[in-house]
């Protein structure tokens, strides 16, 4: 009960804190082919309900030596490709981004342990605008 309470409380300081309301992150789940994976990928939701465009700058996770934001791509051949988004990730103002299997993620690679079914990964997001957003993830294999 008493950790229950205190999860809550640690989700509403980050949903709640200055400059963070415009950007909501939804339905965030960290996915690895397997546990023992050496990367992973975040994917989430991201609505902006603010006045202006932002954009996801960075990512970072204690857990990764390194994080960042990529996006994928199929060539003809039907091969998927990573690549860097060096300039972030725009989230349209009144509207919202997906992260997801296929598109864009962010990248944990890496991994300093195994990634357990339930666990949860601190992951801090950086917003051009909304500054940073600190995110409980849960790790998700299932998906
Ligand atoms: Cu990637």
């Known amino acids: 009960m008493r950790l229950k309470f205190l999860a ?3 989700l509403a300081l980050s949903t709640a804190g200055p400059g963070l309301a415009d950007i909501l992150v939804e339905d965030a789940h960290v996915w690895a082919a397997m546990p023992a994976a050496s990367s992973a990928a ?3 939701v991201l609505r902006n309900d603010g006045a ?3 954009r996801l700058l960075a990512a970072s996770a204690g857990i990764a030596a390194k994080t960042m934001l990529h996006g994928s791509s199929e060539s003809d051949g039907g091969v998927m490709t990573m690549t860097g988004h060096e300039g972030g990730v725009v989230i349209p103002s009144g509207g919202s981004h997906a992260l997801a299997r296929g598109g864009d993620h962010v990248m944990l690679m ?3 342990e195994p990634l357990e079914q339930g666990a949860t990964l601190d ?3 950086t ?3 909304a500054g940073e ?3 409980e993830v849960p790790v998700d294999l299932s998906r």
């Open 123 to 125: 992951l801090l997001l």
């Open 52 to 54: 202006e465009d932002d």
């Open 42 to 44: 975040v994917y989430m």
């Open 8 to 10: 809550a409380a640690v």
């Open 127 to 129: 917003f051009e605008r």
């Open 110 to 112: 890496g991994l300093s």
């Open 133 to 135: 957003i600190r995110v």
